[in-house]
């Protein structure tokens, strides 16, 4: 009898709930007995929804009533003898023992009753929670999504907004993922709204509850159900929707949120345009930037230095300085104070861009109007500084910071770190290195990287093998780049079984190598001209979804042909065309070099022909490589042709060109055209290398020229450029085939004593007597 009685209570309130929904006014004529009056919630009649999960989980609590745990419990009489006044008393004396309350939670029925309950406390908020935290922790006891609301809005109501929001969360979080129809946090706080006159604040909290544990999709939908109920957000709450969507990368959505507060009415405020606009800077939605800038000032919304640090920026990341320039004006021209942020800003622009003189001037007028430089201002310069080489001007900027009572960050210190690495002042890197772990800045992975390439670069690999240790040590992850780079420096000192293990090393620990990778161990194996094993790498980039990219390619056929793999080199280049991999003017150099080299200089002269169906126009180092193998096979005057067409062009041949076409004349014993040549590169500020005064004195000692050959000789010497053994020796041997023993006796003493030949003469030039 009683469960049925209690079934058809359930059912009325449902049926009643269910006709303020459809908005159905008649009366259903049956009245039931209520055994809790006290604490009865009467049936709303004005409610909008009904959560359907607050009445299946009520549903579920009353069917579940026949296989309660105490029989013998008669709760109509507990209910009866029950008063709010002694029940008051029992949470405040933490009586819980008490007999009343034992039986209530005995109850299969105890969600139920503990919900009407809270209403019944709704005048004591704290008793109520109190009441709540204790039902908690009794053993089967779940409360129900109504439960949850009711005490919400008597939080709320009690001006108990903390505790109010740590329920909440707990709400949510506890029913998030649960697998009923119908569950809708707004729905469930809508429908036990009339605990109270109810205030809307309490909507607004849920919404920031929402966006705070990051639920962006469950607030959107909670956003739609406030418009449509009218019971809006705080703009507060807004911005901090939209500086999570930002944040996630929601630029797009960020601008339709913003265009639905205005629909609703929510008028938004500077901060609320601030955030939209740096969030389109940072996307280089500029315009869009731009756009929003124009809107908040016709709704007499006044941009501050915050609007204008975005823009400026936004602008100034990506080159249009003008621009940059041009929202710094107008921030003075409105009395709007630029701040450190802003110089910063433009200070940091003017560098990436390579113009540190107006770089500079900002930093002079920021300290001139009063502003300190912070950490990031100097780190800039400092870094800046390094870029360019100036690493001496960087470190006196870093005594300056210091003196200004500013600690360097791990940015400021990894870039002078890299400076020193790259000037090959590894010494110096490792001080800076230890200077850090002294002041405490831990090293992050790009320092590491940074000196590990140092190292590897300087052939240490060593001392970078155990530096690569000692970051997994430190409880650090090594990166891709950090493993690219030990790979290479590995593999420059020809030890390929550690660089190949490293691979291994990565599979293990679920790193994917990347193409930079593959392609430097592609590198290596053709280095040692393991070209067979490169197509077991090959496979594996393949499995992995990765294509072979032109430097590869390139990289492949290259080492074809120094195999004498002609063939295998060609069809490389009709791969690429078939797969539509781009054929890059390198490849194309390659190509052409391999093909000198092997003396199918006429096959060479095709492909040079063919570069135009590629969509690509020969450049100097293309003709040089022609130059230079049309010269090794004696075809002079095509090798010229090559040059005056290269001269024609506009393309200035470099040294390479100038040494190959002298080289080329001498052998032809053109020996004027070969000084007119070099006397060209002195006019036009070229600087004769090695290989340059090697190909003269070489080329006139051939030809008999000894007195041209020894001034040559003797030029370089005096400019610091050592002749090698072999060309000192073949000097030598052509005074004494020409009978200059003599001139040879006085040459070779004074080379012996400069340390340029170290072998007995006789040993090399047979001819000598001892």
Known sequence: MKLILVTLTFFIKMLVSLRSLFHINRRIPLRVSHPFLLFQNPPSNNSLVVCPFVLFTSFCFVIKFPFGTKPDCDTNKFLDDFNKESLCKIIRQDQWN???????????????????ILVGLKQEPYLALKFFKRAKTQKGFSPTSESYGRLVHILFDGRMYFDATAVLKEFILS??????????????????????????????????????LGLLEEASQCFSKMKRFRVLPKVRSCNAFLHKICTSGGRDRSRRFLEEMVGAGIAPSVYTYNIVIDCMCKEGELETARMLFRQMKEINLFPDV?????????????????????????????????????????INCFCKFQMMPRAFEFFREMRKKGLKPNVVTY?????????????????????????????????????????????????????????????????????????????CEAGRIEEADEIFRAIMKAGLTPNVQIYTTLAHGYMKVKKMEPAL?????????????????????????????????????????????LSLNPVIYTTIMDSYFKAGKTNEALNLLEEMWDLGIEVTVVTFCVLIDGL??????????????????????????????????????NFIEAAKSMFDEMLSKNLVPDKTAYTALIDGNLKHGNFKEALNLRNRMIEIGMELDLLAYTSLVSGFCRCGQLQQAREFLDEM????????????????????????????????????????ITCPVHHVVPSVQT
Request: glycine share 8%; with cysteine.
């Open 596 to 633: 000198c080299k092997t003396g199918l200089v006429l096959e060479a002269i095709n492909y040079f022909n063919r570069m135009p169906e590629f969509n690509l126009q020969p450049n100097v180092a293309v003709y040089t490589v022609l130059i230079d193998g049309l010269c090794k096979k």
């Open 717 to 756: 010497i005096s400019k610091h450029i050592l002749p090698d053994e072999i060309l000192c020796i073949g000097v030598l041997r052509k005074y004494y085939e020409l009978g200059c023993v003599a001139e040879a006796i006085e040459l070779q003493n004074e080379m012996a004593k400069r340390g340029l």
């Open 501 to 545: 293990n490293l691979l291994k090393e990565m599979k293990e620990k679920s790193i994917s190598p990347d193409l930079l990778l593959h392609g430097t161990v592609i590198w290596g194996l053709c280095n040692q001209d393991k070209i067979e094993e490169t197509k077991f790498v090959i496979g594996e980039m393949k499995e992995s979804g």
């Open 175 to 212: 029913r998030r993922g649960v697998a009923f129809p119908g569950l809708d946090f707004f729905d469930v706080l809508w429908s036990t709204r009339n605990v109270f006159r109810y205030g809307f604040g309490v909507f607004d909290a849920l919404f920031s509850v929402l966006v705070d």
């Open 306 to 346: 915050v609007t204008y640090n975005s823009l400026i920026d936004g602008y100034g990341k990506v080159g249009l300085l003008d621009e940059a320039l041009l929202f710094f004006e107008e921030m003075k021209d409105v009395a709007c104070k630029p701040d450190v942020i802003t110089y910063n800003a433009l």
């Open 98 to 116: 008490d007999p009343k309350i034992v039986s209530l939670f005995g109850s299969s029925l105890a969600p139920v009753w503990v919900s009407k």
């Open 379 to 455: 780190s800039t310069l400092i870094d800046a500084f390094c870029k360019e080489g100036m690493i001496q001007q960087g470190i006196k900027f870093l005594v300056d910071m210091r003196r200004l009572g500013l600690i360097p960050n791990e940015y400021t210190y990894t870039s002078l770190i890299d400076a020193n690495c790259k000037a090959g002042n590894l010494t110096e890197a490792l001080k800076l290195a230890n200077e850090m772990l002294q002041a405490n800045i831990g090293l992050n992975i790009v320092t590491y990287t940074t000196i590990i390439d140092g190292l």
